[in-house]
């Protein structure tokens, strides 16, 4: 047995080398932090998501903190990671989490949030088959796949023609109009952009007409307009009508044109006021009505905008920085019926605040900061830690 | 006994082996004759499992090869195959450590018989003294069945009457030995059966004391006239 | 099992003092490189104390206190080169640890086959062995790391220095990063993919050490295939793959399997080679 010490000494040095260092050594590396409750419901508070760095001595680690602790970039990341987090901003819509738990067979393959539409009969899916989907591949074809909720049925239309061309297409709406499907594409040819409406039979999938929205524009304006889709929240929603902003020339002297285009009539109407006015504004149109917020380092201004009626409540609530006692109100982002405000308190921390999109009502407003103990002290990392950016990641719940 | 029957091999495009036959009984020395390049060295790796063999089947008390069986067979290559930065005694070592049927005290007695030193290198042993060696490690082995390929090629005469002096001792009494030759020469009186090898299958086998007794031929005349013709 | 635990000893015993030589290169060039660093750094301190602020502007300025992190960052080249090599090395023995047993005329080969244990034994033993001298240079190297700080304490004075995590200086060091990952999970997947492809380069080996002239092409056309077969659901499996799609999931799953079919079919390929197939 005495002969073999060499080697039997070099398995106890790799196990208790590697061992050591992974199962004791990278402990306490980094220090944690997360979104403390200063206001409100936590639950409210659940989907904010703060990202940035955290400042070591020579490098920096990019990290994420939320209401449940802090993530850091370089220690979550793997290969199995990698994989799963293929296409992550597809799975993040909730629309689309809905859509997989209900119709997991139906959404397999499927990546284009614009191409859903649903109802309460039936999921239709368009998108452009995947060979020619960005390339200038003449004849982009078309595929169309319906679901029918209640029978579980599957309908499938797999190459439509789209008609002899050298241009590239994008899907950025699908509408049902009874028994006809309209397709809303961005089509680009010759560096410029157009919007068009590509109108198909339910039942054969023929291709019925086209309706060029650019062009009405140009129409009524006497020169090119640059349309910009306006998107509804709810990309899938059922909804006949759909807005464009439109600008001609470019920058700051560009002037911007308000339009709302309507499935039934097929016509581009250009809308005697703006959708909104102000700057520095974060909106989300929710089926018909338009929300939108108005922020500045002092004051956050809610208003909502009918589009139906064309009812306006102006600054229907406000919410001030002093009230929310803090230094300033950096961003907003107004998602399922709540107003979300990155917030940086007297101190310099970044923290959120969740407010009722409805009303104005505070619901929540919490702070990162330093989980204990760690060697250094709680100001010394709460100083290293720089967070830039909000996101929203909402979960289903069940 | 070791059985083989019409194996049959290819190499490089040429039939090596055409259907060879013949069988090795244990407590007789067989020897297997043929020129230069003829496939003896190829048959007895084919039994030891070293090289495929394309066609027949190779039995060994009736089984075929398995791992288990190469406690009961030693084979003696042509070179010694062990690495040359190795000493002696670790070369026994690693025998003692994988083989059942190694028997220390014989080796033991075999070094001292062939007046070889443990600590030699392997790298730094003649041609004689190499094939000592080896033959140690080949009858250090409690084995049924001994193969040697070319036992005594290219070794000088006190070495090669060394070695000869272990074959007629009761070290290989009751052992099969199969080995092989291109000259037969001072082995005459050893054999028991002889193997003519030619073209690729066995030209002539005999029992070399019935040859002699029956037709008074040595094996010499037999292979005069088989490979002369 | 006895015969391969032996089998691995003896490829472990052969090849231990280039092992020892590469732990011990790589434990003098870096400490000595280390070393090195440090006084050079205290010596520029004391230039900057003398000098008086300013000077900062000109030279690569060193912090006022020196932790093992920064000497990391600043002696980089002495710490990487050693592991290079020892990646070289080991490399090359992926197949030298095949051919060794082939060249001279000491062809040990006739040896191992010749041994009553299973072919699969001496296969598994070679993997088993390589295996180990990859993991043993690596734990050497993070034992060295806590060593190194350690000559770090005792060069450097107390009021000069300060604190490091180990992560930190791994993290520093441009080719440490890559070899000692952060979690032990991508640990698992860096080297375990590393031993499947070196199971492909075994086969490979015996498929050419079994063909002749044939054999390098087979070999080559052995190692392809797996290739392939590994790639597939991430080059034609993905979400808009138009045979079918599949979830982040299920390819995850799928990548999974068929690495350890590849492992499986290169470990009994390899056997079944090394039993009915190899010529010496």
Not at chain 1, 252 to 265: I, V, W
Not at chain 3, 56 to 76: C, G, H, I
């Amino acid at each position: 047995m005495r002969h073999y010490w060499f080697s039997v000494g070099l398995v106890l040095l790799t196990v208790s080398g590697i061992g050591t260092y992974y199962f004791v050594g990278n402990q306490n590396h980094l220090p944690e932090f997360q979104i403390e409750t200063v206001q409100g419901d936590a639950k409210e508070g659940a989907a904010v998501v703060l990202s940035g760095s955290y400042y070591g001595d020579m490098r920096s680690e990019s990290l994420e903190v939320s209401i449940k602790g802090s993530k850091y970039y370089n220690e979550k990341v793997n290969f199995r990671t990698d994989i799963l987090h293929a296409n992550s901003w597809f799975y993040e819509d909730l629309e689309m989490q809905q859509l997989l738990q209900d119709h997991k067979t139906f959404m397999r393959g499927k990546d284009n949030v614009n191409g859903f539409y649903r109802d309460h009969e039936m999921v239709i899916y368009a998108d452009l088959s995947t060979s020619t989907r960005y390339t200038n591949a003449p004849k982009g074809k078309l595929q169309l796949s319906y679901l029918y909720e209640e029978t579980g049925k599957v309908v499938r239309f797999k190459s439509i023609g789209m008609g002899h061309s050298e241009d590239i297409y994008a899907i950025e709406d699908v509408q049902r109009v009874e028994n006809e499907m309209h397709i809303l594409f961005r089509k680009e040819s010759n560096q410029k952009t157009y919007e068009m409406v590509y109108v198909f039979d339910m039942k054969t999938g023929k291709q019925l007409r086209q309706v060029d929205v650019s062009s009405q524009a140009n129409e009524v304006r006497g020169s090119e307009v640059q349309l910009t889709n306006f998107q509804n929240d709810s990309r899938s929603s059922a909804s006949n009508t759909v807005f464009f902003v439109g600008s001609i020339g470019n920058g700051e002297d560009g002037k911007a044109f308000y339009y709302s285009y309507s499935y039934l009539t097929g016509v581009l109407s250009e809308l005697e006021e703006p959708l909104w006015e102000g700057r520095f504004l974060v909106d989300s149109l929710q089926n018909e009505l338009l929300y939108y917020a108005e922020i500045d380092p002092n004051v956050v201004t809610l208003s909502v905008y009918n589009t139906k009626t064309k009812e306006r409540k102006r600054s229907y609530a406000a919410v001030t920085a002093e009230q929310l006692d803090v230094d300033e109100i950096k961003a907003a982002i107004i998602k399922s019926g709540r107003v979300y405000l990155y917030l940086l308190d007297h101190a310099g921390n970044s923290g959120a605040a969740v407010l009722d999109l409805e009303d104005g009502k505070l619901l929540f407003k919490g702070f990162a900061a330093p989980v204990n103990g760690n060697k250094l002290t709680e100001e010394e990392q709460q100083e290293n830690l720089h967070l830039l950016n909000m996101n929203i990641n909402q979960k289903l719940e069940n | 006994m070791i059985e083989v029957k019409e194996i049959r091999k290819r190499y490089r495009r040429r039939d090596v082996l055409n259907g060879v036959s013949f069988t090795a009984a244990k407590g007789e020395i067989t020897c297997l004759i043929g020129t230069n390049g003829a496939g003896k060295s190829t048959i007895l790796k084919a039994i030891m499992g070293l090289t495929p063999v394309s066609g027949g089947t190779i039995h060994i008390d009736g089984k075929t090869l398995i791992p288990e069986l190469y406690e009961k067979i030693s084979f003696v290559p042509d070179h010694l195959r062990m690495p040359a930065s190795m000493k002696l005694s670790e070369a026994l070592r690693f025998m003692a450590d994988f083989y059942d049927s190694w028997n220390e005290k014989r080796a033991d007695e075999l070094m001292k018989f062939f007046r070889l030193e443990h600590s030699f290198k392997i790298g730094s042993l003649s041609k004689g003294t190499a094939a000592k060696f080896s033959l140690v490690l080949g009858l250090g082995q409690d084995s049924d069945y001994l193969l040697l390929d070319e036992p005594f090629s290219g070794i000088d005469l006190f070495s090669r009457e060394a070695i000869t002096e272990v074959f007629t001792s009761d070290l290989i009494e009751h052992r099969g030995v199969l080995l092989t030759t291109h000259e037969i020469g001072d082995m005459e009186h050893l054999i028991d059966k002889a193997v003519l090898l030619k073209d690729g299958v066995v030209s002539q086998s005999f029992q070399c004391e019935e040859m002699r007794s029956e037709e008074g031929k040595s094996v010499i005349d037999v292979m005069r006239e088989v490979y002369r013709a | 099992m006895n015969r391969y635990l032996k089998l691995v000893h003896m490829e472990i015993h052969r090849f231990r003092w280039i092992l020892i030589a590469l732990m011990g290169i790589t434990a003098i060039c870096q400490s000595s490189g280390l070393i090195w660093t440090l006084k050079k750094a205290m010596a520029q301190l004391e230039e900057q104390k003398i000098q008086g602020a300013d000077m900062r502007k000109y030279f690569d300025s060193v912090p006022d206190t020196l932790n093992f992190e920064w000497a990391m960052f600043s002696t980089q080249m002495w710490f990487i080169l050693p592991i290079l090599l020892c990646i070289a090395v080991l490399s090359l023995y992926v197949f030298f640890i095949w051919y060794r047993d082939w060249m001279g005329r000491h062809t040990f080969i006739y040896r191992l086959l010749m041994l009553p244990t299973a072919r699969r034994n001496l296969f598994l033993a070679k993997i088993t062995a390589l295996l180990l001298f990859v993991f043993s240079i690596v734990a050497f190297q993070l034992i060295m790391l806590p060593v190194q700080e350690l000559v770090l304490k005792l060069v450097v004075p107390v009021e000069l220095r300060s604190e490091s995590h180990i992560v930190d200086v791994i993290n520093i060091n441009q080719a440490l990063v890559e070899l000692i990952p952060r979690q032990f999970e991508q640990f698992f997947y860096i080297y375990g993919l590393g031993t499947i492809v070196v199971l492909m380069f075994f086969t490979a080996i015996l498929l050419e050490r079994s063909y002749q002239r044939m054999g390098i092409l087979y070999g080559i056309l052995y190692l392809a295939g797996c290739a392939l077969v590994v790639a597939a659901p991430l080059l034609y499996f993905g979400l808009d793959s138009s045979i079918i799609p599949l979830y982040p999931m299920e390819i995850y799953v799928l990548v999974l399997f068929l690495l350890s079919v590849v492992a499986a079919v290169s470990v009994w390929l390899g056997s079944r080679l090394l039993a009915k197939k190899i010529t010496v």
